[in-house]
């Protein structure tokens, strides 16, 4: 049976990319894996995969008894409900360190970068295996979409160097325009239901015993999303309803402008002022300068919660 390679729930482009390329170089250094994901294919991950002729991976739901590899997550609320029962064999992730536990050593790679892929693509320079065009192409995109084409706050000099040697190995004449094209289909939302556009990039998390829900939608410019707003703040306030969430916050972000609109709901709207010195008003916020999930927004509300 083959160890997995998976990423978080949800799965964005990065979980994706990050899952089969950590999985192929294991496989070149000898292991019998296979990359998996918790959840069906984004738009940008789908666009990325044909692009590259690269398939899917396959989704899995249960993982108890296997062995894994965590890729771009290490919190409980973003992994299988099943973990406990999987021998976790390594974490190879670019956020905070969550509370995933092990009853032995495994092999760990948590980096302060803007991707998971920048860790992966310097694990196939440390174990001197060579990058396919495929793998080089995917590991580009993840860089590419996860630090907003190099402008979120998170993105470092180490992504954009691993994304000058990548596009070399991809053939990528232009970066730039492979992630304008990359956020067109990113930010593509007609006929798409409010549910699906809320979860495309959603985590839980757990802020001092508060389930907190965070979305968000990337897209070029704010008011692609104008005939949809709406919907997804009714749909937010539904998924709260089901239970369980103290709050669940989307972020709009509009990549050009550089800023993110928040829609809230919450038992406490005050969190927002707290974690962000502005103020809501009718549900929502603009949060200048916020791109960033990950960098920008959990931690100032979980100093908000604490």
């Not at 999987?86 to 670019?94: F, Q, R, S, T």
């Not at 980096?111 to 860790?119: E, I, R, Y």
């Not at 694990?123 to 190099?150: P, Q, R, W």
Request: overall charge negative; glycine content about 8%; aromatic content about 6%.
């Amino acid at each position: 049976m083959s160890t997995l390679v998976f990423g978080h729930k949800n799965p964005d482009t990065d979980s994706v990319c990050a899952a089969i390329t950590l999985a192929n170089l294991k496989k070149a250094l000898g292991e019998d894996t296979a990359p998996a994901m918790q959840g069906e294919l984004t738009p940008e991950s789908k666009f990325v995969l044909e692009k590259f002729g690269v398939a899917a991976p396959e989704v899995v739901t249960s993982y108890a008894g296997k062995d894994v590899y965590l890729v771009d997550h290490s919190d409980l609320a973003q992994s299988p409900d099943d973990l406990a029962d999987a021998n976790i064999l390594g974490i190879v992730d670019h956020h905070k360190l969550g509370d995933v536990t092990t009853g032995q050593p495994l092999e760990c790679w948590i980096w302060p970068v803007g991707c998971t892929c920048t860790v992966i693509k310097s694990m196939y320079n440390f174990f001197n295996v060579e990058i396919t065009k495929e793998m080089a192409g995917l590991m580009l995109c993840a860089i590419i979409s996860d630090t907003v084409i190099f402008k979120s706050a998170t993105c470092t000099d180490q992504d954009k160097a691993a994304c000058e040697d990548l596009a070399k190995i991809a053939g990528v004449a232009d970066t730039l325009e492979l992630g304008m094209d990359m956020f067109k289909v990113k930010s593509a939302v007609d006929g798409t239901p409010a549910r699906e556009l809320v979860l495309r990039d959603y985590k839980d998390f757990d802020m001092s015993g508060n389930k907190v829900g965070i979305g968000q939608l990337e897209v070029v410019d704010l008011s692609i999303l104008d005939g949809v707003k709406a919907d997804l703040a009714a749909d937010i306030a539904a998924l709260k309803a089901e239970g369980g969430h103290h709050s669940i916050f989307l972020l709009l972000t509009d990549i050009m402008k550089e800023g993110s609109e928040v829609l809230i709901v919450s038992d406490d709207e005050s969190v927002i002022d707290k974690a962000f010195g502005v103020k809501p008003e009718a549900g929502k916020a603009w949060l200048d300068g916020v791109m960033s999930r990950k960098k920008q927004v959990v931690p100032n509300l979980e100093k908000a919660f604490a």
